[in-house]
């Protein structure tokens, strides 16, 4: 099959496609802004495209040539911080880009057996209720999970009116090689595995007893794939996660254990708009056979003895 992966030469993206170029076509559209051409470098340059996926007109000749069978679009601004510090630029991202993609994909490619949009537990906002089901509630608290919102809510349209065959995931929070630590306000598991490496202090935001739903990146790749394999994920929403929580206490014991070492940590107020407590549902994944083949000790072992081996 013919795959484009929009934002492939990302964190997750890079997966999807090491994944999928095994027995398929794959095509990346990144314009490099958070992304690296070297995580993808198994990619050739004729199927590395390096444009904007704002870029309407060339956007939608590619759809139109290409034909492709499955597009799976990540591009996006994903730093929640700069949603907040530029709603207009990241709108334009988040949201037009995925109306125009659908949109090109409707008139012009009939070839198409899936698009997956990538949403985030994001839309959830600060809702107590656990767990998180993609009936409960839904309390945007940044225009990034407006924008996811209204992304996943625009693929669900397309098919309900148009039959275009598309599938929504919520990520929940999602960790594993090449998850770029650089800024506060990346992924904390890429956080506190930099600084058990580096051996730098470690900051609890608040008191360390909030909980996550931590979803290693091939447990991703799995549902992905079975999404694709599955008609009957067309024009639904699903979460991805495994239905599991930990608070960060307990993952900094299991970094102690793995690295086989501790070091210091101190506490700091909690982050404003943080939310306390996370946990999916993943009852509509697990009936397309989904199952994620890591907990949370597999996946962090995994991930730190890639992390070890890399620069
Ligand atoms: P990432 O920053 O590693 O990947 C995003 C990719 O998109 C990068 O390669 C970047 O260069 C590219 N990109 C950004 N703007 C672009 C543009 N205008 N044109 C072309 N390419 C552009 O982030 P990620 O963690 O891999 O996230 C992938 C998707 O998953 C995003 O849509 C994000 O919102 C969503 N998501 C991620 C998580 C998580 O835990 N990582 C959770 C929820 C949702
Ligand atoms: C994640 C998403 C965010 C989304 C939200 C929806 C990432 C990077 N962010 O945010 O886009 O809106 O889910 O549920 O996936 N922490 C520390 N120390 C650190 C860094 C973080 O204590 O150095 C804490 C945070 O305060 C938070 C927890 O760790 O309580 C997780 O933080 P983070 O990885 O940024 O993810 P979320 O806040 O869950």
Do not use: W
């Not at 390096?50 to 994903?78: G, R």
């Not at 275009?164 to 999602?174: C, G």
């Not at 360390?208 to 079975?226: H, N, P, S, W």
């Not at 996660?241 to 307990?250: C, E, K």
């Amino acid at each position: 099959m013919k795959i484009l992966i929009t934002g492939g030469a990302g964190f997750i993206g890079s997966h999807l496609a090491a994944y999928f170029i095994n027995d398929n076509e794959v095509f990346i559209l990144d314009n490099l802004s958070t992304g690296h051409r070297s995580n993808v470098d198994f990619i050739d340059d004729a199927h590395f495209i390096e444009e904007d996926v704002m870029h309407k007109s060339f956007v939608t000749e590619l759809i139109k040539q290409k034909q492709f069978d499955i597009v799976i679009h990540l591009a996006a601004v994903v730093s929640v911080v700069e949603t907040i510090n530029n709603p207009i630029n990241s709108q334009s991202i988040n949201i037009d880009s995925t109306l125009n993609l659908l949109e090109a994909n409707r008139q012009y490619n009939a070839k198409l057996k899936k698009f997956i949009f990538a949403s985030s537990a994001a839309v959830y906002g600060n809702t107590d209720e656990l767990p998180k089901q993609i009936e409960t509630f839904i309390d945007p608290e940044s225009p990034y999970a407006i924008e996811k919102y209204a992304g996943e809510q625009y693929a669900k349209l397309y098919n309900k009116l148009y039959d275009l065959p598309t599938t929504a995931l919520r990520f929940f929070n999602v960790y594993g090689p090449r998850q770029d630590p650089s800024s506060p306000y990346s992924g904390v598991l890429s956080i506190m595995d930099k600084k058990f490496k580096n051996d730098e202090p470690f900051t609890f935001f608040g008191d360390g007893e909030q909980t996550r739903d931590f979803v290693y990146i091939k447990d991703l790749v799995q549902a992905v794939a079975i999404v694709i394999d599955n008609e009957a994920s067309n024009g639904k929403i699903y979460n991805l996660a495994t239905g599991t929580q930990i608070s960060l206490l307990q993952i900094f014991e299991k970094f102690k254990l793995i690295y086989n070492k501790s070091i210091s940590y101190q506490f700091a107020e909690p982050r404003s708009g943080d939310i306390k407590h996370s946990c999916a549902e993943i009852k509509g994944l697990e009936a397309l056979g989904f199952k994620p083949q890591y907990d949370i000790v597999s996946g962090l072992t995994e991930y730190i003895n890639y992390s070890k081996t890399d620069k």
